[in-house]
């Protein structure tokens, strides 16, 4: 498998269907994650975690795999987004779709930590 070597993700928030929560991290010199006009830098063994929690604990490739066309917020039967970039300059993506999306709670609630 290719390295996964940067992570966009998006949800709505639970205060309201209208604002969406973003996170990116990046995987370049530095593993960097993105959150509104803040970042912080994780450690590879953090960045390991977050990539092993997905592909091992959550299974996220047994999920359908959506297109980058897809990724609109606006859409609002989509209650979360994300999209795995690789090395080889592919994508895996995923929508949250409530009773579609295997591991919906858990993909939906994982991130929260990081979006604090």
């Avoid at 940067?6 to 370049?28: H, M, N, T, Y």
Wanted: hydrophobic share 40%; charged share 30%.
């Amino acid at each position: 498998m290719n390295n996964i070597i940067s992570i966009d993700f998006w949800k709505r928030s639970p205060l309201s269907v209208d604002e969406i929560l973003k996170l990116k991290i990046e995987a370049k010199d530095q593993i960097i994650l993105s959150l509104k006009d803040k970042k912080k830098i994780l450690t590879a063994e953090e960045y390991k975690d977050i990539v092993d929690h997905l592909i091992k604990d959550i299974d996220i490739f047994a999920n359908d795999r959506c297109f980058n066309y897809e990724d609109n917020p606006e859409d609002y039967s989509i209650s979360f987004f994300i999209n795995l970039h690789f090395d080889n300059m592919t994508y895996f993506a995923v929508k949250g779709q409530k009773n579609k999306t295997k591991n919906f709670d858990i993909l939906l609630h994982y991130f929260d930590k990081y979006l604090q």
